[in-house]
T-cell receptor, first 113, second 109 residues
Framework: DADVTQTPRNRITKTGKRIMLECSQTKGHDRMYWYRQDPGLGLRLIYYSFDVKDINKGEISDGYSVSRQAQAKFSLSLESAIPNQTALYFC????????????FGAGSRLTVL | RKEVEQDPGPFNVPEGATVAFNCTYSNSASQSFFWYRQDCRKEPKLLMSVYSSGNEDGRFTAQLNRASQYISLLIRDSKLSDSATYLCVVNRNNNDMRFGAGTRLTVKP
């Protein structure tokens, strides 16, 4: 099994729908992150969490919310999806100490029509 | 202007060639630096960290110039399996990691 698991892997939805992307990890890392990747823009940080109930905004948090109810789980929600949220979303984890190396999940491809 | 800038490429090189990628960053308070590799439709994976003194891992050499806010990656004796997108990553002082858009490399037989 993967160290960082994202579900769903692919999702097509319509404008205005609520979507949740889930991330779970078995690495025991305290830090968890959500990024989105768009062609030509690279990965951009949406939210990050350093501990249970700790939530921090990243570069592009508008239109998104997150929940960290357990160390191993970090979910990303789009309350009312819009087409420009069509992207590849990655969850990542890192240890609290050390080099801050990120371990990524396989990604969730979201299409908003 | 993006905080982390990379030449998007693509770089198309023959097997055995040496190729270098550059990256510049704008936040002078950035603390640590990395190169990640991303294969098509896959997640990024750490290639190597970048240290001030420069560091080498087999055919890969990374350099950091803090004064010029510049990072480089050199790949010697390119292999077909090196074909990927290489992401420059900069850790700001609050552990907020910023990514460049990536440089695409294709190594041809």
């Amino acid at each position: 099994d993967a160290d960082v698991t994202q579900t769903p892997r692919n999702r097509i939805t319509k404008t205005g729908k609520r979507i949740m992307l889930e991330c779970s990890q078995t690495k025991g890392h305290d830090r968890m992150y959500w990024y989105r990747q768009d062609p030509g823009l690279g990965l951009r940080l949406i939210y990050y969490s350093f501990d249970v109930k700790d939530i921090n905004k990243g570069e592009i948090s508008d239109g998104y919310s997150v929940s960290r109810q357990a160390q191993a789980k970090f979910s990303l929600s789009l309350e009312s999806a819009i087409p420009n949220q069509t992207a590849l979303y990655f969850c990542a984890t890192a240890e609290a100490t050390g080099a801050n190396v990120l371990t990524f999940g396989a990604g969730s491809r979201l299409t908003v029509l | 202007r993006k905080e982390v800038e990379q030449d998007p490429g693509p770089f198309n090189v023959p097997e055995g060639a040496t190729v270098a990628f550059n990256c510049t960053y704008s936040n002078s308070a950035s603390q640590s630096f990395f190169w990640y590799r991303q294969d098509c439709r896959k997640e990024p994976k750490l290639l190597m960290s970048v240290y001030s003194s420069g560091n080498e891992d087999g055919r890969f050499t990374a350099q950091l110039n803090r004064a010029s806010q510049y990072i480089s990656l050199l790949i010697r004796d390119s292999k077909l399996s090196d074909s990927a997108t290489y992401l420059c990553v900069v850790n700001r002082n609050n552990n907020d990691m910023r990514f460049g858009a990536g440089t695409r490399l294709t190594v041809k037989p």
